[in-house]
């Protein structure tokens, strides 16, 4: 079957740097998100990844490895509004998004 | 300001009762979709569609029919309701181009007692 990991919950503190881990594996791959939910808000869209590599987007970069099936999402100088899920959704061969459960990020001060 | 209008915001629903959730996008985005978003799972797809006049299924469609009249309006509705549809249900658009990011709707509550 096909399946999106990525942990429950993360802390981190205000000012800080966290990365956020993903793992996949799906039926084919053709692109990667990163998508930020405030509690009780809509999904929105942070980052896409088709290549290997790193996109940097200010604050926020996601990096992804095909071969390893696997990707992340680096969150920088971790401000108190960045306290969210984080959904990590892939592609497949049938251009289906397959969702992971998201990621809780708490921020501390 | 452009975007998706979901209505209503929040329902409880009697079981066995039939309810319709409504979604407008003014974006002419082609696609549109269902989600539902159930604590500890990932959102999961509903329904679709690519193009007014098309539907298809996604992951858990029974118990949910939808129809795309037009661009803009892609209702779902739940003919008889049950306990197990108690959800926050998503609509989202896409343009079916470039990266094809989806675009969403801020959500409807729905509990079926």
């Known amino acids: 079957g096909q399946n999106i990991d990525q942990p429950t919950e993360m802390t981190a503190t205000e000012g800080a740097i966290v990365q956020i881990n993903c793992t996949y594996q799906?039926?084919?791959?053709?692109?990667l998100f990163w998508y930020q939910q405030h509690a009780g808000e809509a999904p929105t869209f942070l980052s896409y990844n088709v290549l290997d590599g790193l996109e940097e987007k200010g604050r926020f970069s996601s990096f992804l490895s095909r071969s390893k099936g696997y990707s992340y999402l680096l969150l920088k100088e971790l401000q108190m509004k960045d306290s969210a899920s984080y959904l990590c959704?892939?592609?497949?061969?049938?251009?289906?998004?397959?969702w992971g459960a998201g990621t809780k990020l708490i921020i501390k001060p | 300001t452009a975007g998706i209008t979901q209505a209503p915001t929040s329902q409880i629903l009697a079981a066995g009762r039939s309810m319709t959730l409504r979604c407008t996008q003014d974006?002419?985005?082609?696609?549109m979709y269902w989600y539902r978003q159930d604590l500890g799972l990932g959102l999961r797809l509903i329904h679709y569609?690519?193009?007014?006049?098309?539907?298809g299924k996604g992951e858990v469609p029974d118990g949910y029919s939808v129809s795309r009249a037009n661009t803009d309006d892609f209702p779902l509705t739940l003919a008889s309701a049950v306990p197990s549809q108690t959800s926050v249900y998503f609509c989202?658009?896409?343009?079916?181009?470039?990266?094809?990011?989806?675009?969403f709707g801020a959500g409807s509550r729905l509990t079926v007692l």
């Open positions: 799906t039926s084919g791959f053709n692109g």
């Open positions: 569609s690519n193009t007014a006049g098309t539907t």
């Open positions: 974006m002419r985005h082609n696609a």
């Open positions: 989202a658009s896409s343009a079916l181009s470039g990266a094809n990011v989806l675009t």
């Open positions: 959704a892939v592609r497949d061969s049938n251009y289906q998004l397959i």
